[in-house]
T-cell receptor, first 117, second 113 residues
Framework: NAGVMQNPRHLVRRRGQEARLRCSPMKGHSHVYWYRQLPEEGLKFMVYLQKENIIDESGMPKERFSAEFPKEGPSILRIQQVVRGDSAAYFC???????????????FGEGSWLTVV | AQSVAQPEDQVNVAEGNPLTVKCTYSVSGNPYLFWYVQYPNRGLQFLLKYITGDNLVKGSYGFEAEFNKSQTSFHLKKPSALVSDSALYFCAVSNTGGFKTIFGAGTRLFVKA
């Protein structure tokens, strides 16, 4: 029973390049979440998606960042024109369809570590 | 808006002693509360959650957490700490809508042999 799969695990980009991070949710999970963890900081919510829909992107920076979860294939977090401040660990999580009263536990992948040089 | 506070950046405890990692929360409506653990360079692992029912919730690796509605707290506890428990612990909250889970800043636990 595969967990949440993220790739690449480590990515190095030069300033101004694009970074694409991929996430395949657990089997049976239809909700995907992206979080960012900066060095020595907590976990910041970025975006919550269901298939073909962005449900909540209140944590996404207004520029350069975008996310999608297409009908087929993994969820993608895209960062255009990366800057040094984008260096962080990006975690994807997934959850099954929400059912009222049972909570909504989210399960994390191992993360993608982005380094901008 | 939901929020979580973990008032201690770091907790130090001797092996064999009980440990407590504190968490308070703010959420509209009834909360769903979670604890996760993170080891270096790894993702977060789910430990336990409170949905409803008994205020004392038992989870993985001997951890438990106590929900206190009047104090809006959900402290993580373990009766006897192990060196291998040393890690970063995150408290999290979502409301009954359950769509967005907000995490605290994390508490680093050091268990000394």
């Amino acid at each position: 029973n595969a967990g949440v799969m993220q790739n690449p695990r480590h990515l190095v980009r030069r300033r101004g390049q694009e970074a694409r991070l991929r996430c395949s949710p657990m089997k049976g999970h239809s909700h995907v979440y992206w979080y960012r963890q900066l060095p020595e900081e907590g976990l910041k919510f970025m975006v919550y998606l269901q298939k073909e829909n962005i449900i909540d992107e209140s944590g996404m920076p207004k520029e350069r960042f975008s996310a999608e979860f297409p009908k087929e294939g993994p969820s993608i977090l895209r960062i255009q024109q990366v800057v040094r401040g984008d260096s962080a660990a990006y975690f994807c999580a997934s959850s099954p369809p929400t059912r009222t009263g049972t909570g909504n536990t989210i399960y994390f992948g191992e993360g993608s570590w982005l380094t901008v040089v | 808006a939901q929020s979580v506070a973990q008032p201690e950046d770091q907790v130090n405890v001797a092996e064999g002693n009980p440990l407590t990692v504190k968490c308070t929360y703010s959420v509209s409506g009834n909360p769903y509360l979670f604890w996760y653990v993170q080891y270096p360079n790894r993702g977060l692992q789910f430990l336990l959650k409170y949905i409803t029912g008994d205020n004392l919730v038992k989870g993985s690796y001997g951890f438990e957490a106590e929900f206190n509605k009047s104090q809006t707290s959900f402290h993580l506890k373990k009766p006897s700490a192990l060196v291998s428990d040393s890690a970063l612990y995150f408290c999290a909250v979502s409301n009954t809508g359950g769509f967005k889970t907000i995490f605290g800043a994390g508490t680093r636990l050091f268990v000394k042999a």
